[in-house]
T-cell receptor, first 115, second 114 residues
Framework: AQTVTQSQPEMSVQEAETVTLSCTYD???????LFWYKQPPSRQMILVIR??????QNATENRFSVNFQKAAKSFSLKISDSQLGDTAMYFC????????????FGKGTLLTVNP | GAVVSQHPSRVICKSGTSVKIECRSL??????MFWYRQFPKQSLMLMAT?????????EQGVEKDKFLINHASLTLSTLTVTSAHPEDSSFYIC??????????FGPGTRLTVT
């Protein structure tokens, strides 16, 4: 079974600064997908960024980028120029290819952006 | 982007009654839908996976007779909590996938059992 570990239950960052959220995973699969989801106080799950394991290039979406280290099974999220609206729970998630699209979530990191 | 709705957003019911939660994909056909449960300040726990026209697959420890899931069409799945008890109070979230692997999440339903 796959496991996803987020070792930082809570983090804080000053507005406009950069913060990195950690995620490691354990799997014996070679084909899979990794995701970061954001859950703001409204509790709506929002996809932040995704990475296909077969792609060596790290995914980037505007201020959000990942550092995907496949050998180390690490998938960290970097948020640049943090904004107050980035305050949310962030969940790292793993999906095995051919798994009927099932997601395995980490426990989450509560990020607070301070003014 | 793809939109998934849930209804109701909040529901309060009395212990012993049943309550139904609907999950709809508004602008795509959802071949697979998922139901999650989330306790305060915790992660999402997958309850079951449903494919249109077939029986749902429940995760270990989830009572299938208590949490009835129906995925009768490509745009609608329902979760019925039968004989609800206060310990069933929680936040329930559905998600759906279409032709790609990306899951689209509904806004969630807060269930309170009194």
């Amino acid at each position: 079974a796959q496991t996803v570990t987020q070792s930082q239950p809570e983090m804080s960052v000053q507005e406009a600064e950069t913060v990195t959220l950690s995620c490691t995973y354990d799997t014996s699969e070679s084909n899979y997908y990794l995701f970061w989801y954001k859950q703001p106080p409204s509790r709506q799950m929002i996809l932040v960024i995704r990475q296909e394991a077969y792609k060596q290039q790290n995914a980037t979406e505007n201020r959000f980028s990942v550092n995907f280290q496949k050998a180390a099974k690490s998938f960290s999220l970097k948020i640049s120029d943090s904004q107050l609206g980035d305050t949310a729970m962030y969940f790292c998630a793993f999906m095995k290819d051919g798994s009927n699209y099932k997601l395995t979530f980490g426990k989450g990191t509560l990020l607070t952006v301070n003014p | 982007g793809a939109v998934v709705s849930q209804h109701p957003s909040r529901v309060i019911c009395k212990s012993g009654t049943s309550v139904k939660i609907e999950c709809r994909s508004l602008d795509f056909q959802a071949t697979t839908m998922f139901w999650y449960r989330q306790f305060p300040k915790q992660s999402l726990m997958l309850m079951a996976t449903s494919n249109e026209g077939s029986k749902a697959t429940y995760e270990q420890g989830v009572e299938k007779d208590k949490f009835l899931i129906n995925h009768a069409s490509l745009t609608l799945s329902t979760l019925t909590v039968t004989s609800a008890h206060p310990e069933d109070s929680s936040f329930y979230i559905c998600s759906a996938t279409g032709q790609s692997y990306e899951q689209y999440f509904g806004p969630g339903t807060r269930l309170t059992v009194t």
